[in-house]
């Protein structure tokens, strides 16, 4: 039995992660995601696919971020009609991204066509939302720590990755003639303090090892971002302002929505309403309830006083008028809304309104990518462009650090330390070139591992003949 893998996506690049396994005759697609970032790799997502889609017997997902999955849709739009693979929650916040990412894609070829920026007489979008849709009878849900067979000579097992909620560690058992091989993908990592996921599960074994390595060359701050948070949320109530905070709806909400109960608990910021006005969001969180065992906070939200997702000073705004009513705020409240970077969604309207006045303040909670709306209003820009007027930003702009779903290096060195045996060959993938070498390099140092940091489009053999 002979074991090769093509690199299509998250080489060298944090994002469109695809991995195809070819195990003898069978071909196993390991994560399906969109490019992102920069038009360069945006570009890749309208290429012909490396192999045609319908040869590939099944797709496995670590986990549901659009990197990881966005791309789903177009596979199957051109002929895939297998078994996609994920956990229980990644299942449901499949289905919610990938909606939302199809709604995307085709409001956004809708403005390009009214504003005429396309070459193309009339833009497509990537896929619809009826595209989407048609992702979800291919969905197969499994159970952390249960192995599965996939064909009579392969299993999957997956663990926790923490990350966000069901993100999944992946192990493959390939039982050949001679001997069985064990293949690792570890997915995205969490960290290892995360106040609401488990930490990531350390397995002690990986013949063949895809480890991510997103911050493999930095440190997390280590300031408590709690703490930072509270400052930027008491200082603009003493000027009787509006806090607006841009946030991912998958993760990073949660996240700022439990640090805030926490802080007005213990009466470290004001008893003052804050309000989601998210969609997707609100409907993410939802199902932290419906996932009671996939993370730490179980206990908490059954019990009516100590649930940071349903308390007296947190609404949930769903439509589109109570989002417009809140721009009638004078003061003592707290915004969060999508997007993160401040590149579309809701918070625009917020930013709208809020960045011309003194008193209102920003804060942002999560990496701001070089060239988004975000990245430049933190830079210090005078003057931020939206629905075509240039509004002046008067505001207070803060940013909390310590906040990120990812392991650091330090923590992705942990994670590694715990597999027992050398592997036969680890693939340092899914971060951008220089932290992947500078990872990789870390590996060969600490571990005398074999590291390789494969390009976009290699093919490598990882066994033959076992």
């Not at 009638?328 to 809020?354: E, F, Q």
């Not at 210090?380 to 990812?406: P, W």
């Not at 060195?413 to 220089?434: L, N, Q, R, S, Y």
């Not at 390099?441 to 590291?451: A, G, M, P, S, Y």
């Amino acid at each position: 039995m002979d074991i090769r893998v093509k690199f299509l996506g998250g080489a060298q690049s944090v994002t469109g992660s695809r991995y195809l396994l070819e195990i003898d005759t069978t071909k196993i697609l390991v994560d399906c995601g969109l490019f992102q970032g920069i038009k360069e790799l945006r570009k890749r997502n309208w290429d012909s696919f490396p192999i045609d889609p319908a040869e590939i017997e099944m797709v496995l997902l670590t986990h549901a971020h659009i990197d990881h999955s966005g791309y789903l849709p177009k596979l199957v739009k051109e002929g895939f009609r297998g078994q996609i693979i994920l956990t229980e929650p990644s299942l449901d916040l499949v289905k919610i991204l990938l909606t939302d990412a199809g709604k995307l894609q085709e409001e956004e070829a809708d403005y390009a066509q009214r504003k005429g920026y396309s070459s193309h007489e009339k833009p497509e979008p990537l896929y619809t939302k009826e595209d989407a849709e048609t992702v979800f009878d291919l969905l197969h849900p499994i159970q952390f720590d249960e192995e599965v067979s996939l064909t009579d000579r392969i299993t999957l097992t997956a663990y926790n990755a923490g990350h966000i909620l069901g993100a999944s560690i992946l192990k493959l058992r390939v039982r050949g003639e001679h001997q069985t091989k064990t293949i690792v993908f570890s997915g995205d990592l969490g960290r290892y303090n995360d106040p609401i996921l488990n930490p990531p599960i350390g397995l002690p074994k990986a013949d063949i090892l895809f480890i991510e390595s997103t911050y493999g060359d930095r440190l997390h701050e280590t300031n408590a971002p709690e703490e930072l948070l509270a400052k930027a949320i008491n200082d603009t109530y003493q000027k009787g302002g509006v806090a607006v905070i841009p946030s991912f709806a998958v993760g990073r909400t949660q996240l700022i929505l439990y640090y805030l109960f926490k802080l007005q608990q213990k009466g470290k910021i004001p008893q003052i309403p804050i309000y989601v006005d998210s969609p997707m969001a609100i409907d993410v969180t939802k199902l932290y309830k419906d996932y009671l065992k996939y993370h730490r906070l179980g206990p908490s939200l059954q019990e009516e006083h100590a649930n940071p997702f349903a308390h007296k000073n947190l609404h949930y705004y769903q439509s589109q008028e109570s989002s417009m009513s809140l721009n009638n705020l004078r003061g003592d409240a707290i915004i969060i809304s999508a997007s993160g970077m401040a590149t579309g969604g809701r918070i625009l309207h917020h930013l709208y309104n809020r960045l011309p006045h003194e008193q209102d303040s920003i804060i942002f909670v999560g990496y701001q990518a070089e060239g988004t709306r975000g990245r430049k209003i933190l830079d210090g820009e005078k003057y931020s462009r939206m629905y075509g007027l240039d509004i002046e930003v008067k505001a207070d702009i803060y940013y909390i650090n310590g906040l990120s779903a990812h392991a650091d290096q330090n923590e992705l060195i942990k994670w590694a330390d715990g597999i027992a045996d050398k592997p036969k060959m680890t693939f340092v993938v899914h971060g951008e070139i220089e932290a992947a070498t500078v990872f990789a390099r870390k590996l060969e140092e600490l571990f005398d591992w074999n590291t390789m940091v494969p390009n976009y489009l290699e093919s490598v053999e990882i066994f033959q003949g076992i």
